[in-house]
C-alpha cells in the first residue's frame, strides 16, 4: 500500500509539471512568430508522440520493469520541457514537445503500476484514486503556471522540468514490478517514426 501511495503521489507532482506549461504555451509561441495553427499543431505534436511512443514503452515497462520505465519518461518529460524553456525557434520548440510527448508515453505504464501494486479486491478503488491524482494534478498545474508565468513566461517549463525530477525520485522508491513479456513490432516502431518525421516536415522555422 505504500509503494501505492508514493505512486500517486509522484503522479500529482507530474500532472503539475504538465498542467503549468498549458497558460504560457501561447506566450512563448507569439514570442517566436508563431500563430494559431502552430499552436494547435505542438499539442497535436506532444499527443501523437506519446499515443504512438506508448505500445514500446509498455514492452520496455514488461521486460525492464515498470517503475524504470515510468522515472524514464518523467526524465524524458523534464529534459523536454527544460529545452521548451531555452528554445529560440518554433522547430526547436516541436523538438522540445515531441520529447516532452515521448517521455507522457509511459503513462501506460504508470497505470499499469498502480494495478501490480494493488490486492486484486482492491484493484478498481485504486485506479479510481489514480484518476483522482491525475485530475488533481491537472488542476492545480494551470493555476500554478499562470502565476508563475506572470513573473517570467518561461518559467514554468523550468517549473515542470524541476516536478518530474522530483516526481522520477520519488518513483524510484517503489520496488520493481515486472509483467509478462511481450515483443514490440518492428513495423509499428517504423510507422511511429515515419509519422513523426512526416509532423516536422510541416515546421516552418
Given at each position: 500500500?505504500?509503494?501505492?501511495?508514493?505512486?500517486?503521489?509522484?503522479?500529482?507532482?507530474?500532472?503539475?509539471?504538465?498542467?503549468?506549461?498549458?497558460?504560457?504555451?501561447?506566450?512563448?509561441?507569439?514570442?517566436?512568430?508563431?500563430?494559431?495553427?502552430?499552436?494547435?499543431?505542438?499539442?497535436?505534436?506532444?499527443?501523437?508522440?506519446?499515443?504512438?511512443?506508448?505500445?514500446?514503452?509498455?514492452?520496455?515497462?514488461?521486460?525492464?520493469?515498470?517503475?524504470?520505465?515510468?522515472?524514464?519518461?518523467?526524465?524524458?518529460?523534464?529534459?523536454?520541457?527544460?529545452?521548451?524553456?531555452?528554445?529560440?525557434?518554433?522547430?526547436?520548440?516541436?523538438?522540445?514537445?515531441?520529447?516532452?510527448?515521448?517521455?507522457?508515453?509511459?503513462?501506460?505504464?504508470?497505470?499499469?503500476?498502480?494495478?501490480d501494486l494493488s490486492p486484486p479486491?482492491?484493484?478498481?478503488?485504486?485506479?479510481?484514486?489514480?484518476?483522482?491524482?491525475f485530475g488533481a494534478g491537472f488542476?492545480?498545474?494551470?493555476?500554478?503556471?499562470?502565476?508563475?508565468?506572470?513573473?517570467?513566461?518561461?518559467?514554468?517549463?523550468?517549473?515542470?522540468?524541476?516536478?518530474?525530477?522530483?516526481?522520477?525520485a520519488v518513483v524510484t522508491r517503489?520496488?520493481?514490478?515486472?509483467?509478462?513479456?511481450?515483443?514490440?513490432?518492428?513495423?509499428?516502431?517504423?510507422?511511429?517514426?515515419?509519422?513523426?518525421?512526416?509532423?516536422?516536415?510541416?515546421?516552418?522555422?
Amino acid at each position: 500500500m505504500r509503494g501505492l501511495v508514493v505512486l500517486l503521489v509522484a503522479l500529482v507532482i507530474h500532472m503539475i509539471g504538465f498542467g503549468m506549461v498549458i497558460p504560457v504555451m501561447p506566450f512563448l509561441l507569439r514570442e517566436l512568430g508563431g500563430d494559431a495553427a502552430a499552436q494547435g499543431f505542438l499539442v497535436s505534436l506532444f499527443s501523437q508522440v506519446q499515443l504512438l511512443s506508448a505500445p514500446l514503452w509498455g514492452a520496455l515497462a514488461d521486460r525492464l520493469g515498470k517503475a524504470r520505465i515510468v522515472a524514464s519518461g518523467l526524465l524524458l518529460s523534464a529534459l523536454g520541457n527544460a529545452a521548451a524553456c531555452f528554445s529560440n525557434s518554433l522547430f526547436s520548440l516541436a523538438v522540445a514537445r515531441a520529447a516532452a510527448g515521448l517521455g507522457g508515453g509511459t503513462i501506460g505504464a504508470l497505470q499499469a503500476l498502480v494495478a501490480d501494486l494493488s490486492p486484486p479486491e482492491r484493484r478498481a478503488s485504486s485506479m479510481a484514486l489514480f484518476g483522482m491524482a491525475f485530475g488533481a494534478g491537472f488542476v492545480l498545474g494551470p493555476v500554478l503556471g499562470g502565476v508563475a508565468g506572470n513573473i517570467a513566461p518561461r518559467l514554468p517549463f523550468l517549473m515542470a522540468a524541476a516536478m518530474s525530477v522530483a516526481a522520477a525520485a520519488v518513483v524510484t522508491r517503489i520496488p520493481v514490478v515486472r509483467g509478462v513479456q511481450w515483443m514490440f513490432k518492428l513495423e509499428l516502431g517504423l510507422l511511429s517514426v515515419a509519422v513523426l518525421f512526416l509532423n516536422f516536415s510541416f515546421i516552418h522555422v
